[in-house]
């Protein structure tokens, strides 16, 4: 049973596309992320969502556009791909409430490649 | 302002060391949470451990333990006996009330 699960694995496509990559967790958790890891595995938030409001929106491209129905998924939409996207994108959740007190369970990442 | 390092950037060791990841958190909060995540080559990453910002008791689970010491900001990871599999990047993650930082990692190599 997967707890954190994110679509796709991976992601090429061509600049100036728009793209979607989808997450959803099992685990019950009410606070969900998404982090980019650069290529040298720099890891920083992005977005974070607690019972589906927004509470951290780290500086990020408006390009770059979150959205939670409900608690269970907070998916990432994103227009205009630049080269600069190029990253893996890990998406997580903890319960938490945003205390920070809670480990964080990720899933497996999707890569993001630019051409 | 928060800052997290990570002064070793890739450590070797051969199989059966003992080696010791080091952390510094500076800070003015009082309250803070300290995590370690492990990333191996196949690139998920994992919980390994926490420590909340009032404990300062050294803990042992397994091969892993762990010192944080608040005078110093100093938050180090030991894994006792290390094997290949122990090969990965590991990072240490302070939190605090809407705040997830990771520092830059310390790449492990295991030889065996």
């Known amino acids: 049973d997967t707890a954190v699960s994110q679509t796709p694995k991976y992601l090429v496509t061509q600049m100036g596309n728009d793209k979607s990559i989808k997450c959803e967790q099992n685990?019950?958790?009410?606070?969900m992320y998404w982090y980019k890891q650069d290529s040298k595995k720099f890891l920083k938030i992005m977005f974070s969502?607690?019972?589906?409001?927004?509470?951290i929106n780290e500086t990020v491209p408006n390009r770059f556009s979150p959205k939670s129905p409900d608690k269970a998924h907070l998916n990432l939409h994103i227009n205009s791909l630049e080269l600069g996207d190029s990253a893996v994108y890990f998406c997580?959740?903890?319960?938490?409430?945003?205390?920070?007190?809670?480990?964080?369970?990720f899933g497996d990442g999707t890569r993001l490649s630019i051409l | 302002a928060q800052k997290v390092t990570q002064a070793q950037t890739e450590i070797s060791v051969v199989e059966k060391e003992d080696v010791t990841l080091d952390c510094v958190y500076e800070?003015?909060?009082?309250?803070?949470?300290l995590f370690w995540y492990k990333q191996p080559p196949s690139g998920e990453l994992v919980f390994l451990i926490r420590?909340?910002?009032?404990?300062?008791q050294n803990e042992i689970s397994g091969r892993y333990s762990w010192n944080f010491q608040k005078s110093t900001s100093s938050f180090n990871f030991t894994i006792t006996a290390s094997q290949v599999v122990d090969s990965a990047v590991y990072f240490c993650?302070?939190?605090?009330?809407?705040?997830?930082?990771f520092g830059t990692g310390t790449r492990l190599k295991v030889l065996a």
């Open positions: 997580a959740s903890s319960q938490d409430l945003g205390a920070g007190r809670s480990a964080q369970h």
């Open positions: 685990l019950g958790h009410d606070t």
């Open positions: 969502y607690n019972n589906k409001e927004l509470i």
């Open positions: 800070t003015r909060d009082t309250t803070y949470y």
């Open positions: 420590r909340n910002s009032f404990d300062e």
């Open positions: 993650a302070p939190t605090g009330t809407y705040k997830y930082i």
